[in-house]
């Protein structure tokens, strides 16, 4: 079946506008969860979501960061204000329920000149 | 959350030889999952070994896991150039988990 998808694949910004990464995840799959992977670096956990409720926000790294998920579906992380430090990869995962396997979609590459 | 930190960072292996890359983690744990990344894009989810398990096998893949001594380690046997990536760990012991910075793996033809 289809797997995890993210739009778009690469974004190239200016510096102080504001970016929509969108996540379709695996239809049925109630946790999604977002990360971020700068050059070389390992993944950062950003926001988990179980349902439309984020009972994890812990990880974003201000509050120009946010996210929400509707429908127990389609999730949007949405950066206010880029900065040339948010450029890094976006990634999606997710899972049956919290305690199953993750699937991670391609990912959005993020440029913030 | 927990994070995994695998260790060595970087490995370089000729094709044919196997690959060791060895995970710890501090807290007790419900599961611990193994994944390749290729190229910076997308995890690829290898294989799942659960805490009352010691050693797992997929493929020319062997995953084990030592609850006592916090560690698991991830084998792949006859290496292929198309094995080279980065391999992640990722002990789960809650809703969310932060990977650590992976095993960086050339195989070299």
């Known amino acids: 079946g289809a797997g995890v998808s993210q739009s778009p694949s690469n974004k190239v910004t200016e510096k102080g506008k504001d970016v929509e990464l969108r996540c379709d995840p695996i239809?049925?799959?109630?946790?999604l969860y977002w990360y971020r992977q700068s050059l070389g670096q390992g993944l950062e956990f950003l926001i988990y979501?179980?349902?439309?409720?984020?009972?994890?926000k812990s990880g974003l790294p201000s509050d120009r960061f946010s996210a929400e998920r509707t429908g127990g579906s389609v999730s949007t992380l949405t950066i206010q204000r880029t900065q040339q430090e948010d450029s890094a990869v976006y990634l999606c995962?997710?899972?049956?329920?919290?305690?199953?396997?993750?699937?991670f979609g391609p990912g959005t590459r993020l440029t913030v000149l | 959350s927990q994070q995994g930190e695998e260790d060595p960072q970087a490995l370089s292996i000729q094709e044919g030889e196997n690959a060791t890359m060895n995970c710890s983690y501090k807290?007790?744990?419900?599961?611990l999952q193994w994944y390749r990344q290729n190229s910076g894009r997308g995890l690829v989810h290898l294989i799942l070994?659960?805490?009352?398990?010691r050693e797992k096998h997929s493929g020319r893949l062997r995953v084990t896991l030592d609850t006592s001594k916090k560690s698991s380690s991830l084998l792949i046997t006859a290496s292929r150039a198309a094995d080279t990536a980065s391999y992640f760990c990722?002990?789960?012991?809650?809703?969310?988990?932060?990977f650590g910075p992976g095993t960086r793996l050339s195989v070299l033809p």
């Open positions: 995962a997710s899972s049956y329920d919290p305690q199953r396997t993750q699937y």
């Open positions: 239809s049925g799959h109630t946790a």
């Open positions: 979501f179980q349902g439309n409720s984020a009972p994890d």
């Open positions: 807290t007790s744990i419900n599961n």
């Open positions: 070994i659960r805490s009352n398990e």
């Open positions: 990722a002990p789960r012991s809650g809703q969310n988990f932060v």
